[in-house]
């Protein structure tokens, strides 16, 4: 074994020569990743698909890339009042983009397979070597890849192209444009582990033990018949092997056979939002004595249930789920899905006390489901927001037809060992739901699905909740209600009159309102059969723009309003009131303080429909009210904490309950004056939870904190930098929106700035951003060398303040 090994090893040492023009890596494995030194250009470019055209004036890029977060030419914002997105993608522009990467292969590797991977194109991805075409992806969604073995050249460039095409009006939000997702480059024996070829599965799970099912699907592209051994190998989180087993079969030439294996593990550590444990499973394939492959796949062992009597079961135990819809795009990135990205926006719901997440409306990245295994997050993974009948002129419903099975299969196979996957959904309010046509092709959907991995439940969003949607539900296993709540918990809601209808109907509120967070997760607490309650949105997003604010109906003249301004969180990861509403309905012992500003901190729209209710309360921490002096001033109390009293300056104005009864707010109409406002939340009489609110003096310096100053040197990890503005003893402005200059020294790159004002028309890329709020936002991308990073952050008048990171 320790001989095969060795041969192995020797193999992968080769494979550190294997490309001219790749960044150094320390080590290429099966997988390597391919996303730098790419060279792009927007717009037309005839025959650059060819493997002799002259890309040297093209501009050098690294992926992940998003070119619509990208200023315009000619100007310093991304925005246009004229894009043909409009408000669906927040005034951003798409268009035609090209992609070409030179590379060699050396001829060691002549007798290898290789397979060229793509995460993830928007959109009508076209993609050729050498000039030969390898085929087309339409979807922007889902994951593809083309087996490149006999067209590579040895010893001599070869040149990958991709034409990215984001045409028309083709989506309802933001989409960003470009190859957003990583690009790998694979490597593998003729014999060998097929693409999303291992599927485990757990069953019989109890404290005490699990029995683990797993599936192999071996491909055979030599010549010959092969005699092989599947190794595979249990290891604990700790890397400690845990069981193995073995299987030996014989494949023949142009053939792929499944083998299945069980092997029982005693003691479990479970998988669960509180204990995200994940196990390791290490699959070999020796022919004779050489070790000719090697894959790994990351499982967690768990049970999932679902009833309308005992609602969601996860390992035996209900959990309601706290749930929020997400985009895909990174806010001030765009859609580039750098994978600290991904994982800081599951770090940042996880800790505003969501368990789960449904991926609106489309498979997120495979680096966010990462993170939710990892972190503890449930996931709904949904494929469509379209089938036959489209919703814009130009989005999926011209492909539906042709590739539904392929996108489906490439979201499931991709997906299907992801623990944090408690469902997959099949669509979201899409059109004609009454129909027969619709209900039948609901059937088919369910049914692949059922017959692809049938360890998970299916569901889909709906909308319009009438009786004559029963046949189209009666095709899922979980029904997903959008917005039935109402919010008037005196009243029957939709919930409680479908159960007496259908009492063995299972109910999730697949999306609701902030505005009626209060009644929608009553709804959840207080129905088995309603399992859980999913907001739109847990994280805001560019596009859809002033859902939040103006609402519907949507115009044109809502520019320069970009972002939707509806999430729990910005689109710079901090939280929102209702964010900290959703504390107090969650969890125990919460508090914060709300200020309603005198003036509306943007303009009305006396239009808005009454049903449109993605807004919050106009609500501000800020107590900085210079101008209104004894006039009366507005102020909610958040709180779990049973009473909660108020200060003004250390005089106390009374106390009052927060409970259900109140909705978990307390009311308080006061003079202001400026100094400290503070609240004190009591269980009984006991003090529990206190916060303030002060008045700030004039900004004076700047105040640099990162979310991680240690960061790797990979040329791909990031720092997230709070910038603020801040008194002379470090209280921040809240009123201060001066502009700060930005300066990087060292191994690292600013991507991204941004201050999540939601009309801001500033570039996402220039060295400089105004605050808003008091605070803007910085990302540090890492090179691939290390050493010491040194922001640099100035204001006129300021104090500057730098920052150092270490990248290695």
Known sequence: MKLMQAKFNWLIFILLFVFIGVQAQPVLKRNNLFDFNWRFHKGGALGAESLSFDDSKWRKVDLPHDWSIEDLPGTISPFNIDAISQVNGGFTTGGTGWYRKTFNIPQDLKDKRFIIMFEGVYMNAEVWLNGEFLGNHPYGYTSFWFDITGKIKFQKENVLTVKVKNEGENSRWYSGSGIYRHVWLNIVSPVHIETWGTYITTSQVTKENALINIKTSIVNNSSKASTLTLTTKLFNSNGQEQLKTETENTIEPGKTIEIVQEMKLTKPNLWSPDTPVLYKAVSEIHESESLTDQAETLFGIRSISFDAISGFLLNGNPLKLKGGCVHHDNGILGSKAYDRAEERRVELLKSSGFNAIRSSHNPPSPAFLDACDRLGILVIDESFDIWKDGKNPY??????????????????????????????????????????????IAKILGNFVRITDPSRPVTSAVNDLKPDKDQYFAALDVAGYNYASGGDHNQKNLYEIDHERLPKRIMVGTESYPLEAFGSWMDVVDHSYVIGDFVWTAFDYIGEASIGWRGYFQKQDFFPWNLAYCGDLDICGWKRAQSYYRDALWNENKISIWVTPPQPSFALNPERQAWSKWHWADAVEDWNWKGNEGKMMDVNIYSSCGQVELFLNGKSLGEKMTDRSTKYIANWQLPYQHGTLKAVGYTGKKQIAVTELQTAGKASQIKLSADRIKIRSDGQDLSYVTVELTDSVGVCNPKSEGLVQFEIKGPGTIIGVGNANPTSLESFQLLQRKAWHGRCMVVIKSDTIGGTIILKATSGGLTSANLKIESN
């Open 395 to 440: 989005d999926y419903h011209l492909f539906f037809n042709d590739w539904w099975k392929k996108d489906m299969e490439s979201m499931i196979l991709r997906d299907r060992n992801h623990p944090s996957i408690i469902m997959w959904s099949i669509g979201n309010e899409i059109p004609d739901r009454h129909t027969p046509e619709v209900v039948e």
